[in-house]
């Protein structure tokens, strides 16, 4: 699948809320194609013409790194908050209702801990998602930039890729970490529904329902299908993913760096 169709797919698939935060890829698709429709000779004559049509572009290419960023950094925020606030719930059920709680009720207890499992679930998916997001951008910029080199001989994708390397929006570390965070809460308190929602996990794949479940598995899918193809790293590949040994993750093959080809 090319990545335009990929990248619409997946826009498709995200959160509402998340659909216009995407790379204009089509967009800027465009603007290469235009570019680079000049004649070599007439581009040579008119290299001031040509350069300044190549700040345009670069231009928007930091436009569109912005809005990665304020959309990751504010997502990242929300989350850490999201992530304190599931902890608190957890202890405040149990030291009110759990069995050496102030107020010891078995029925209480599983009903708001329900409640806090569906929520973790849920986080950990828009989590995942998140690191997609984060992975199909940067994929985008790449494969940008080397049509815009190829077409117009410039030398632009290097340079650009190493500054992208230190922005908040490729840097997916507190992300992965709370990934983490969330499959050791599963585990250590709900430690009988882990291998259940691995199940349902593997399940989606094939049943493919509704909701960010289904959509957290889409991601995960894709963050595979990008990895495919050859495994030679690059100035221009993604890091291995940082996600935690769940039997989801596990099941879906996703260790690899990322070549952009």
Not at 44 to 49: D, F, G, Q, V
Not at 194 to 214: C, L, N, S
Request: charged content about 30%; glycine content about 4%.
């Amino acid at each position: 699948m090319k990545f335009g169709k990929r990248l619409k797919q997946q826009i498709q698939d995200s959160l509402p809320e998340w659909r216009d935060k995407f790379l204009s890829y089509k967009e800027l698709k465009k603007l290469v194609k235009l570019i680079s429709a000049a004649p070599i000779r007439r581009r040579n004559e008119s290299s001031l013409e040509y350069g300044k049509a190549e700040c345009d572009f670069v231009y928007l290419l930091d436009i569109e790194i912005d809005k990665f960023n304020g959309f990751f950094m504010e997502q990242e925020e929300e989350f850490v908050i999201r992530h304190e606030n599931l902890k608190q719930k957890i202890k405040r059920v149990v030291d009110l209702w759990g069995p050496n709680g102030i107020n010891p009720s078995e029925e209480n207890y599983k009903e708001e801990m329900e409640k806090i499992r569906k929520a973790i679930v849920d986080f950990h998916g828009e989590m995942v998602l998140l690191v997609n997001y984060s992975n199909i951008n940067y994929t985008g910029l790449a494969k940008i930039l080397k049509k815009y080199d190829k077409r117009t001989g410039g030398l632009l994708r290097l340079p650009f890729i190493q500054k992208v390397l230190v922005q908040p929006f490729y840097t997916t570390d507190i992300i992965s970490n709370l990934v983490k965070e969330c499959e050791s809460i599963i585990d250590r308190v709900f430690p009988a529904d882990h291998q259940e929602e691995a199940e349902r996990a593997k399940e989606a794949i094939v049943v493919a329902g509704e909701g960010i479940f289904r959509n957290t598995v889409k991601a995960l899918i894709t963050m595979q299908e990008i990895r495919k193809g050859s495994s030679t790293e690059s100035p221009f590949s993604l890091p291995p993913l940082s996600l935690p040994d769940s039997d989801l993750i596990q099941s879906i093959q996703l260790n690899a760096a990322v070549p952009i080809l």
